[in-house]
């Protein structure tokens, strides 16, 4: 009986010592970007509904590969509410594009599900979003540095 639980007991050992070395070893390391807004565009498609173009650089300053799971926007109005807005896909970011001129070119390509930010790159993305607001409001939204 002995003879089977020492082989065993080694074997729990080393895999919890692997793990414990993993963990230490990534304990000063988080997993989180670093954003800056590069330029914001913004166009009245109906009254109290804009879209808003959002070009920006995102930086993975990690030693870990970040993997975009999910993508939402938030907006602060003037007046201290958060407004969450609408999301819209590459296709449809491109037609709207084309359709709206005054918005402009697309310059870079759009942040999706799946996109991958390997460690110590910086990457530039843009976000198409609708939200319920007036384009008053979207131009007079609190601004962060």
Known sequence: MKEKLVPGFIAVLLVGGLIGAILYHTRNNPVQLKGQILK????TIEPGSTVVIIDFRVSNPSLQQFLVRDVAVKMDKADGRTIEGEVFSEVDA????????????????????????????????MLAVRFSAS???VQNRKAYD
């Open 135 to 137: 384009d008053e409001e």
């Open 40 to 43: 914001v565009r913004s166009q």
């Open 94 to 125: 491109q037609r709207l594009l084309n359709f709206y001129q005054t918005l402009g070119e697309k310059y870079n390509q759009t942040l999706i599900v799946r996109d991958k930010i390997d460690p110590g790159v910086s990457i530039d993305r």
